[in-house]
C-alpha cells in the first residue's frame, strides 16, 4: 500500500506492507537511523519518536497508524535545541545510543511541564534505557532544561 507520512515536517510516500512498523519505515526508506531497533517489543525506548508531540515506540506502531499525524524524530530536531544544549552541557551521554530516545522524551517532559523534579523526571523516562548507567547526567539536563 502507498502511504504519505508527515516527517520532521517533510511529506513522504512510500510503498509499505499494512503491518510494516514505524520505524522500519523510517530506517529503510527515509534514511532515518535516530529511531534505533533493539528490543522490537516497545521496552527500551530506542526507538522512541514524537507522534503530535508524544513519544511513542515506533517498533511497535505499524505505519499507517501515523497518517495524519506529524512524525518528529531526533533528525527533527535543532542541534541548538535547549533540550539538546542541556544534554550537551551535562555531558549526558556515553555511547550515545539511547540519546535520540531521551532527548525526544525529555522534549516531551519539558514542553508538558512534567519534569519539575528528580522523582518525576526518572518516572517520566521509564520506558527508557541508558545501558551505560548515565541516567544521573541525563536526569541533570532535563532538570536544567525544565527551569
Sequence with gaps: MRIELSVNGNAIEVDVEPTTMLVDVLRDHVALTGPRVTCGVGLCGTCTVLLDGEPVSSCI?????????????????????????????????????????????????????????????????????????CYTKIVDAIEEAAR
Excluded: W, Y
Excluded at 505499524?62 to 535543532?78: D, F, H, S, V
Excluded at 544534554?87 to 555511547?95: I, L, N, S, T, Y
Design 61 to 133: 506502531l505499524m505505519a499507517p497508524l501515523a497518517l495524519g499525524k506529524q512524525i518528529t524524530t531526533i533528525e527533527g530536531i535543532p542541534r541548538d535545541d535547549e533540550v539538546v544544549s542541556c544534554f550537551d552541557r551535562q555531558h549526558a551521554f556515553q555511547c550515545g545510543f539511547c540519546i535520540p530516545g531521551m532527548v525526544l522524551t525529555a522534549k516531551n517532559m519539558v514542553e508538558h511541564g512534567t519534569a519539575t523534579s528528580r522523582e518525576q523526571i526518572r518516572e517520566g523516562l521509564g520506558g527508557n534505557l541508558c545501558r551505560c548507567g
